[in-house]
């Protein structure tokens, strides 16, 4: 009866150690698959200050207020007479910004000076017409990141849509 007993309880705990070898393998591999993404978000942040130091970084962001007499389609935008971005939006993304999104358009590097930053949005105007409009900004370029903000509102007194772009503090 003792050899039965110890046969069954060998059989039991040699059945036992795979599925606890399985087991503690799922952990190691979910372990090491977190370790991997936080790795890979760290090598993420490294080249992001490696390509775009922040003494010379520009960031472009896109913002809508209201947007009833202007349906946003796409979005050029030039710095120093040449393009550095156009985007088409699809509209879940239209959708995304009016309910109070930021994009961020552009990010890229500038040297300290003087640049010229021209945004030109199409869409359809009121009325249903085809629109085209674009605004411009000059603005000195100094040492740090410079953050710049175009946002598309309404101007309701002309029922016309307004866009502007403005530097942030």
């Known amino acids: 009866m003792k050899r039965l ?4 309880m060998f059989t039991l705990a040699l059945a036992y150690l795979p599925a606890a070898a399985d087991q503690g393998l799922d952990t190691r591999m979910q372990d090491l698959r ?17 390509l775009f130091p922040a003494n010379t970084q520009v ?4 913002s809508v207020d209201v947007g009833e007499f202007f349906a946003l389609e796409s979005v050029e935008l030039k710095l120093n007479n040449r393009v550095v ?14 309910r109070g999104g930021v994009q ?11 640049h010229e930053l021209v945004a030109v949005f199409t869409g359809k105007g009121p009325r ?3 629109y085209r409009r674009a605004t411009s900004l000059d603005f000195e370029k100094g040492i740090g990141a410079q ?15 307004e866009f502007l772009v403005r530097e942030w503090d």
């Open 5 to 8: 007993e110890l046969a069954l």
């Open 34 to 50: 977190q370790e991997i993404l936080n790795l890979n978000r760290e090598l993420f942040l490294l080249e992001e200050e490696l």
């Open 59 to 62: 960031a472009v962001f896109l």
């Open 85 to 98: 971005t156009r985007y088409l939006y699809t509209p879940r993304e239209v959708e995304a910004l009016h």
């Open 104 to 114: 961020q358009l552009y990010l890229g590097n500038l040297r300290t000076g003087s």
């Open 128 to 130: 249903d017409r085809d």
């Open 147 to 161: 953050f710049v903000e175009l946002k598309i509102s309404d101007r309701v007194s002309r029922q016309q849509p």
